[in-house]
C-alpha cells in the first residue's frame, strides 16, 4: 500500500479514536450555583418584634415563607389557600400570637384557622385599619411552623372581571408578633 495514504488514514483512526475515549470520560460538573435566599433582603428581629410585613424582606428568624404576596406601603396580602411561616428554630412550648391584619372581600368576619403543630385556633377579622388579634395560648407546641388559612381565598378579579389581579387573596397581613407565655 502507499505509505502517504496510510498516515492520513491513520490519523483519521487514531482522532476518532481519541474523540471517542474523551467521549465516555467523566466530565467535571460545573461548581453550584450559590443559592438565593427568597426571603432577602434579610433584617434582624426577635419573635416579639414580629414580622413587619411592609418591610421588604423578612427577619432572619425564618427559613421558608409560602403563600404570601410580594410586599406594598401597608403590608402585604396573603395569596392562595395556605400561608406558611417555617422558623430556624422550634416555637416556645407556649406562646401567644398577636396578628395585625384584615380581612378581603368574603373572609371578613369568617373564621381563620392558625395552626402551629397539631394546635389550631380559629379566629375572627373584621376590617378595622387597627384591629389587633390577640390568639389564646398555643400549648404544648411541638413545631417551628405557623400555618394561618383563610375560610375562602379569592381574585380581585372574581369579584370584578374589570380587575387584572388574580392573586387569591385572604388577609392583608401587617404584623406579626410571637409572645412566651409563662
Not at 502517504?4 to 467521549?23: D, E, M, N
Not at 375562602?152 to 389581579?165: F, M, T
Amino acid at each position: 500500500m502507499n505509505k502517504k495514504l496510510l498516515t492520513p488514514l491513520s490519523c483519521l483512526i487514531l482522532g476518532a479514536s481519541v474523540l471517542l475515549c474523551a467521549c465516555g470520560e467523566k466530565q467535571e460538573a460545573p461548581p453550584p450555583k450559590a443559592a438565593v435566599d427568597q426571603l432577602a433582603p434579610r433584617y434582624e428581629s426577635t419573635l416579639a418584634e414580629g414580622i413587619v410585613f411592609n418591610k421588604p424582606g423578612y427577619p432572619s428568624f425564618l427559613v421558608d415563607v409560602v403563600g404570601v404576596s410580594n410586599v406594598d406601603p401597608w403590608g402585604r396580602w396573603t395569596d392562595g389557600p395556605t400561608v406558611k411561616f417555617r422558623f430556624n428554630k422550634p416555637l416556645p412550648k407556649k406562646f401567644g400570637i398577636e396578628l395585625y391584619a384584615n380581612a378581603f372581600g368574603p373572609n371578613e368576619g369568617k373564621p381563620i384557622t392558625i395552626r402551629a403543630g397539631n394546635v389550631e385556633r380559629a379566629i375572627t377579622i373584621k376590617n378595622d385599619p387597627n384591629y389587633a388579634i390577640n390568639i389564646a395560648t398555643f400549648d404544648d407546641v411541638a413545631s417551628d411552623t405557623i400555618e394561618i388559612i383563610p375560610p375562602n381565598p379569592i381574585s380581585p378579579k372574581e369579584l370584578d372581571p374589570k380587575s387584572g389581579d388574580i392573586r387569591k387573596l385572604g388577609l392583608g397581613l401587617v404584623s406579626l408578633k410571637i409572645r412566651t407565655v409563662e
